[in-house]
């Protein structure tokens, strides 16, 4: 089993900057990849980006590219997610999510991830 823990949300205007964080722990040692999901009030859940565990490549989803980062604190199996030139349109729930198994290369899925994290909202003014 695997436990994901996020924080660092909260309301900024446009324009700031955010870091979310996601603690996992449990039985980490395998897991292949640790994503970010975001769910806005009526639509879909959304991938954000994901980094590897097993050699850091990483991939975010176009409306994300050149503003949002992701990392990892070896050490801590701590994955970041450190988003800049924060837009209203980015207001959603975030979720980690987590799994054993590569993803596909290409879009997100979530069906891919077997564990999640509660989420935690960020919610930008305009």
């Known amino acids: 089993q695997v436990q994901l823990v996020e924080s660092g949300g909260g309301l900024v205007q446009s324009g700031g900057s955010l870091k979310l964080s996601c603690a996992a722990s449990g039985n980490t040692l395998d897991l292949y990849a640790i994503a970010w999901f975001r769910q806005a009030p009526g639509k879909e859940r959304e991938g954000v980006s994901y980094i590897s565990l097993t050699n850091n490549n990483t991939y975010y989803v176009d409306s994300v590219k050149g503003r949002f980062t992701i990392s990892r604190d070896r050490a801590k199996t701590t994955v970041y997610l450190q988003m800049n030139s924060l837009k209203p349109e980015d207001t959603a729930v975030y979720y980690c999510?987590?799994?054993?198994?590569?993803?596909?290369?290409?879009?997100?899925?979530?069906?891919?991830?077997?564990?999640w994290g509660q989420g935690t909202q960020v919610t930008v003014s305009s």
């Open positions: 999510a987590a799994d054993f198994f590569r993803p596909s290369l290409g879009d997100m899925l979530s069906d891919e991830y077997q564990y």
